[in-house]
């Protein structure tokens, strides 16, 4: 995508593997999104593919384990919209489409996630994705702790992305998971959120700045 976007791709460096490398991702984010419409159940619980959808097997079921996952899916993100207060489209914004991914843990729980439609931007002619420390990083990592006698931390942190701000000007028309008071509104995107392209960039660049603010520093061998 760097190389289509600078147009070097003929470029001889480029020209032989570039194409290809495209060609079989596009192959190969097909067969995902196959997998995943023909997937209807997963641990023998009814997959929806929708809101809608996901609301009627909570009728269905006489439960409400569906609208729960939206609701706490929601409250997570809140952080992330703008809603203008004259409701009129943005000049200089983007208008894209989200939607909601269901899943089951393994608990059994019901996993919603909003999704933003990253694929209808222009991809940045800048580094777009996340780095990640190396394995070899880690176990020598380990190697020192066990060394010391040093205890190991681990953390999750929630929502990370979105403690990164959107580094797109993009906005979308609020759907049913908005409730209805806000169905139907323009509302801005002013977090990374998961799906757009320059999201995780935008978070690795946060993480790296909040670690040097506090005195860390990078490596030299990673």
Known sequence: EYAVANKIVEEPAFAWWAWHVLQKRDWIIWK???RYWDQTHKYGILLPKSITEALQFDRESGTDLWQKAIEK????????????SDNKVLVGYQTIDCHMVFDVKMTLERKA????????TEPL??????????????????????????????????????NA?????????????????????TVVIKRALYG???????WRDHMASTLRDGGYTSCKAD
Do not use: W
């Open 113 to 120: 996630r909003y999704v933003a439609g990253g694929h209808q």
């Open 196 to 202: 757009l392209c320059s999201s995780g960039k935008a």
């Open 165 to 185: 701000p959107c580094a797109k000007k993009v906005y979308t028309l609020a759907g049913k998971e908005f409730g209805p008071d806000k169905e139907g509104r």
């Open 73 to 84: 899916e929601m409250k997570t993100i809140d952080c992330a919209f703008e809603f203008p």
């Open 125 to 162: 002619k800048d580094i777009t994705f996340m780095s990640v420390i190396s394995h070899d990083s880690i176990r020598i990592a380990f190697l020192v702790a066990a060394l010391n006698d040093l205890e190991i931390l681990s953390a999750n942190i929630s929502g990370a992305y979105l």
């Open 32 to 34: 995902v999104k196959s």
